[in-house]
């Protein structure tokens, strides 16, 4: 009963170092979505995939890579970090949003990245 | 340019007494929105949705309503318990669109024992 697991929970980089944040998801959901949460922010979308193979720009995509090269797993890459990456990342699953079905997006526990 | 807006960034109450948040938007074609509830160190977990076509859901002590010509949506909880602290976004979604669930900043909300 796993639903959205991020790796890892907790990471500290120091500027100019490369990363990558796994997300993984057993509900066979088509959709996933990485958001960053700052204070006073609330949640602003990185890059999102609505399908295996496919990637999306969101809100805010600068410095980030993604790759969904399986529908069960969302990679979101941080080439060189940069202290304004300080953040906490979630990353979210659905099958899809709104109309009759009723969906919703299921997010995991978040990652707390430090870039010093 | 924020396309969903959550003005209130606390709200407190005591416990027994009704809880409103609110939160507003800008874009008229938003067509389903959502509510999360998020405690601290943890992730975001849904909570109640509507769809633009109703005005109203409602599910146990939660319920959303939708003024769609104000643009403007609202949770109610009744009776608030203090296990209802937490942040609570509200969130807009485009059906059909690019997929994009918008979310405003989030209202943090104590409720007194």
């Known amino acids: 009963n796993a639903g959205v697991t991020q790796t890892p929970k907790f990471r500290v980089l120091k500027t100019g170092q490369s990363m990558t944040l796994l997300c993984a998801q057993d509900m066979n959901h088509e959709y996933m979505y990485w958001y960053r949460q700052d204070p006073g922010m609330g949640l602003r979308l990185i890059h999102y995939s609505v399908g295996e193979g496919t990637t999306a720009k969101g809100e805010v995509p600068d410095g980030y890579n993604v790759s969904r090269l399986k529908k069960q797993n969302f990679l979101l890459g941080l080439e060189s970090a940069a202290p304004s990456q300080t953040s906490v990342y979630f990353c979210?699953?659905?099958?899809?949003?709104?109309?009759?079905?009723?969906?919703?997006?299921?997010f995991g526990q978040g990652t707390r990245l430090t870039v010093v | 340019d924020q396309q969903v807006k959550q003005n209130s960034p606390s709200l407190s109450v005591q416990e027994g007494r009704i809880s409103i948040l609110n939160c507003d938007y800008t874009n008229s074609m938003f067509d389903y929105f959502l509510w999360y509830k998020k405690y601290p160190a943890e992730g975001p977990t849904f909570l109640i949705s509507?769809?633009?076509?109703?005005d109203k859901n409602e599910d146990g002590r939660f319920t959303v309503f939708l003024n769609k010509s104000a643009k403007h949506l609202s949770l109610h909880i009744v009776p608030s318990q203090p296990g209802d602290s937490a942040v609570y976004f509200c969130a807009a979604l485009l059906q059909g669109g690019s997929e994009k669930l918008v979310f405003g900043k989030g209202t943090k909300l104590t409720v007194n024992p």
């Open positions: 979210a699953s659905s099958r899809n949003l709104g109309g009759d079905l009723n969906t919703e997006a299921f």
């Open positions: 509507i769809s633009s076509i109703k």
